[in-house]
């Protein structure tokens, strides 16, 4: 069984896109005019130097996601058994499925980078070590109970979220007990708490919009389970407060009898971190 899997914000970089701008000349002209941005320009020049502001990331990552399936699916003539994406790359396995179209999709995921820009207060750290486990235990045992983990990406990778002064004192307890912290270059501390009100406005937000039941099934991120219509307002505004568990994701779809995973999309984020929860598993 194939997954094609979609990135997230952090995967986008400069001469992202470069071979679709041409070949979907339309879906980028209608798209660069719900954003009210030249998009072409931003992913190969990014002459403004917006690229990497959540607000123009998620619609530019979004779009390039879409592009890069359109291709595969019309150069390879085949469609995957399931779908899945990390955090925003679910938003582009959602139009794959046909819950919404491209533009439906795009203005979704505009008005969700607008709403998570705004929100200032705080950031995310990447925890790199042999067990991460550990690090979240360490955490509760100091009492730095209002940092949230964000995403279990592998089981030597985790990401925490919260306000600076408590990501610093959390750094520095790990790094003295052998973790390697990377500050992520992120507006605000998403998918934690922090996001309450981002995710309120959203949800109503979502509420101007009609969605499909997928025709290819989709596993939720930060749910573990197949994406349902019924409940796709609140599966997409709980998203931006609940942790990615990327981990669980992927032995989710191998418990489903899923083998091959292809990722959709520029860079080879998830394919590293797929494959290492694979050998980790096996």
């Known amino acids: 069984m194939k997954v094609y899997m979609f990135p997230g914000q952090g995967s986008?970089?400069?001469?992202?896109?470069?071979?679709?701008?041409?070949?979907?000349?339309?879906?980028?002209?209608?798209?660069?005019?719900?954003?009210?941005?030249?998009?072409?320009?931003?992913?190969?020049?990014?002459?403004?130097g917006k690229l990497n502001q959540t607000q123009?990331?998620?619609?530019?990552?979004?779009?390039?996601?879409?592009?890069?399936?359109?291709?595969?699916?019309?150069?390879k003539g085949e469609l995957p058994d399931y779908l899945c994406g990390h955090s925003l790359g679910e938003y582009s396995a959602l139009f794959a499925a046909d819950v919404f179209d491209l533009y439906a999709g795009f203005e979704i995921v505009k008005k969700r980078g607008e709403l998570m820009a705004d929100i200032r207060e705080g950031g995310l750290v990447a925890?790199?070590?042999?067990?991460?486990?550990?690090?979240?235990m360490l955490l509760k045992e100091e009492d730095l109970s209002r940092i949230d983990l964000a995403n279990f990406n592998t089981p030597e990778q985790i990401v925490i979220g919260g306000v600076k002064k408590d990501l610093d004192l959390a750094t520095a307890l790990l790094e003295k007990k052998g973790f390697r912290c990377v500050q992520l270059n992120v507006s605000g501390a998403f998918h934690t708490h922090y996001m309450e009100s981002a995710r309120h406005k959203f949800m109503k937000f979502l509420t101007n919009y009609t969605f499909k039941e997928p025709t290819i099934p989709v596993l939720c991120s930060s749910f573990s389970h197949l994406f349902k219509e019924k409940y796709a307002i609140e599966t997409l505004g709980f998203?931006?407060?609940?942790?990615?568990?990327?981990?669980?994701?992927?032995?989710?779809?191998?418990?489903?009898?899923?083998?091959?995973?292809?990722?959709?999309?520029?860079g080879e984020v998830l394919t590293r971190m797929t494959d290492k929860i694979i050998s980790y598993d096996a």
């Open 239 to 266: 998203q931006i407060t609940r942790s990615v568990n990327w981990v669980e994701c992927i032995q989710k779809l191998g418990t489903l009898g899923a083998k091959t995973f292809t990722e959709v999309g520029p």
């Open 127 to 136: 925890i790199l070590g042999n067990d991460v486990d550990q690090a979240m």
């Open 12 to 48: 986008q970089h400069r001469g992202m896109g470069e071979k679709l701008f041409e070949r979907f000349t339309r879906e980028v002209e209608e798209a660069s005019h719900l954003l009210g941005e030249d998009i072409k320009d931003l992913c190969l020049y990014d002459t403004m």
């Open 56 to 75: 123009f990331t998620q619609p530019c990552l979004y779009l390039v996601n879409c592009l890069s399936y359109l291709a595969l699916r019309e150069d």
